[in-house]
């Protein structure tokens, strides 16, 4: 009970010190406090300020997506009218001789190779490649146009090999021709099923 008493004394006669060291402690404590939450406070409104960037964001777009839905439908018709059909012979015949009958060259051989192997994926595709072996024979400026009608023809396709020789006419072509060039390729149609 000695020890109490001085410490007891020391409060007594220091009193408005005793209260301003207590007040300055609890103000410091809620300073400290308050100064971790605010940062917390801070970076909580970034976050959500730039959410609610993000929403806007979506919402504008949302109110353009019939817009955009039309947009590749449309690409969709564009892109279907452009494929071979799996299996149409008729087709891919007619496709070729028009650009033969175009190109004033004789297509002297032309194989459907048929489709590309692709790696097996567990659902079905919806466009595969129909490949083709073609030989064309002719001048050459008219290989060059039959070349130019293909690129920009109707179908999509992808060139897998290509070269050019010399002709000697065995096709029919002249004989006496400088300029009578043979075209062989290999390509893919973009085709459907």
Sequence with gaps: MAASKPTSSFFRRHLL?????GVAAVIGGVYALRFGLLDE?????????????????????????PEHLGTLRNGLVRLEEKLMRSGDVAAYQEYFFKLEKD??????????????KITA????????????????????????RFLRNLESGSKHYRLVSFSVR????????????????????????????
Excluded: W
């Design 166 to 193: 010399k002709g000697t006419g065995a096709g029919g072509g002249p004989l006496g021709q400088s300029n009578f060039v043979t075209l062989v390729m290999g390509l893919e149609l973009l085709g459907s099923q």
């Design 121 to 144: 994926t567990k659902q079905p595709l919806a466009y595969r490649p129909m490949g083709f072996d073609l030989t064309v024979e002719g001048a050459f400026a008219n290989v060059v």
């Design 41 to 65: 406070a801070q970076q909580l409104h970034v976050q959500t300020q730039g959410e609610a960037e993000a929403l806007h964001r979506n919402l504008h777009n949302a109110a353009e997506l």
């Design 17 to 21: 010190a005793s209260v301003c060291c």
């Design 103 to 116: 190109s004033d060259v004789k297509i002297v051989r032309l194989l459907p190779t048929g489709s590309t």
